[in-house]
Nanobody, 121 residues
């Protein structure tokens, strides 16, 4: 069964840090781009970051540049999102998904449960 499982969320004060993990099973993540998304209450889901290591490609939403870093450990079949200098507006459920490449709007598979990130002011 192909599955991506997000973890690492939690409650943190503004200015704090969290590292999210996206662990894959049933597939090799290095064959795809892996993207992080987030959805805040009452808002649409938005793309936050993306990585396709085979093409040395990364993408960041403008509002998270210089604060978030995406990385991959394909030996562990896992993609990470290191989040620093967190702000209350980063509060959302964070999801990961596969894409053919970071510029694509296509998502492979279905959304997982995500991981909740809550940043208190």
């Amino acid at each position: 069964e192909v599955q991506l499982v997000e973890s690492g969320g939690g409650l943190v004060q503004a200015g704090g840090s969290l590292r999210l993990s996206c662990a894959a099973s049933g597939l090799r993540l290095d064959a795809y781009a892996t993207a992080w998304f987030r959805q805040a209450p009452g808002k649409e889901r938005e793309g936050v970051s993306c990585i396709r290591s085979s093409h040395d490609t990364t993408y960041y939403l403008d509002s998270v540049k210089d604060r978030f870093t995406i990385s991959s450990d394909y030996a562990k079949n896992t993609v990470y999102l290191q989040m620093t200098s967190l702000k209350p507006e980063d509060t959302a459920v964070y999801y990961c998904a596969r894409r053919p490449h970071c510029g694509s709007r296509l998502i492979f598979g279905s959304w997982g449960q995500g991981t909740q990130v809550t940043v208190s002011s």
